[in-house]
């Protein structure tokens, strides 16, 4: 029987930033490359980001796919040929409460291939209080197949629901080590740090800020401005002295005058 009572988941630009701004759009530069993914939880119960320029409640973004969103279409829709259409159906199960479609969404997830329709599968399990949901989720964060995209979506939405994201913090260290790793993905990574060094082991830790200490340098000016953001964020013993020594070498003055903003906020929390 479907319960509708509610739901429990109700480059560089042009440098005139304050550290204020930096954050801001480092934000909404993360919103706007996830939407070709998942909405977090916390928000499916209003709308749903799947694909470009799609935003609209589940049952919207369905009917607009041909979808109806009685029970039978909604598990019918989880074995559609459409990644998209089986994770609103899935999503859609979750927000409705409807328990007796655990079993469905579980066996959909068993032979699932699409990395985005395994995150909505897991996570409508998780919201529908289904043990296997978060295990799943977690499990994802060393599956090779998932891009730096749906890696960074797994560790902010695992946080936010206080759920160790600890093993998502290997890959994402790999893979901006790599050759593969653009700008644009080194943005959005620097996006899931502070998240990720609340759950990393002590050498991951090490590494993070490493990692920062280089993005400091980066020919782009918006990813030295977010890895020093991202520093005063995670409030590491290593973030003033890093962020002071990049202010002083810093030779674009808007970018300075943001650094030293940062400097004088990790001098006030020292």
């Known amino acids: 029987m479907r319960n509708t009572n509610g739901s429990r988941m109700n480059q560089a630009a042009t440098v005139h930033l304050t550290r204020k ?4 759009f480092g934000s909404l530069l993360l919103l706007g490359l996830l ?7 916390v928000s499916v119960a209003q709308k749903a ?5 799609t935003a609209a409640p589940l049952s919207d973004a369905l009917r607009a796919r041909g979808i109806g969103t009685s029970e039978p279409s909604l598990i019918s829709a989880l074995a559609n040929e459409d990644q998209w259409v089986r994770s609103l159906a899935a999503l859609k199960l ?4 409807d328990y007796d479609a655990i079993p ?6 068993k032979v699932e291939s699409s990395p985005k329709a395994r995150i909505a599968m897991s996570e409508a399990l998780w919201g529908l209080h289904d043990p296997n949901g978060l ?3 977690q499990a994802m964060c060393t599956d090779s197949t998932l891009s730096i995209y749906d890696r960074v979506y797994l560790v902010r939405h695992l946080n936010s629901d206080g759920a ?9 260290l790999r893979y901006l080590d790599s050759s593969r790793c653009s700008s644009d993905a080194r943005k959005i990574a620097l996006a899931a740090f502070p998240a990720l060094y609340k759950w990393a082991s002590a050498p991951q830790m090490a ?3 490493s990692a920062l200490q280089e993005m400091l340098a980066d020919s782009d000016a918006f990813i030295r401005l977010q890895a020093s953001h991202t520093l005063v964020q995670i409030g590491s013993r290593s973030s003033l002295p890093l962020v002071r020594d990049a202010a002083s070498r810093e030779t674009d003055p808007n970018v300075q005058s943001a650094l030293k903003a940062e400097v004088r906020e990790l001098e006030k929390n020292q």
Do not use: K
């Open 21 to 24: 701004q930096a954050g801001y």
């Open 35 to 41: 939407t070709c993914f998942l909405a977090p939880r």
């Open 49 to 53: 980001s799947f694909g470009p320029g």
């Open 94 to 97: 979750a927000e409705d409460h």
């Open 104 to 109: 469905s969404i579980g066996a959909a997830l």
């Open 135 to 137: 295990p799943s989720l």
């Open 164 to 172: 160790s994201n600890g093993a998502c913090a290997a890959p994402i």
């Open 207 to 209: 590494q993070i800020v």
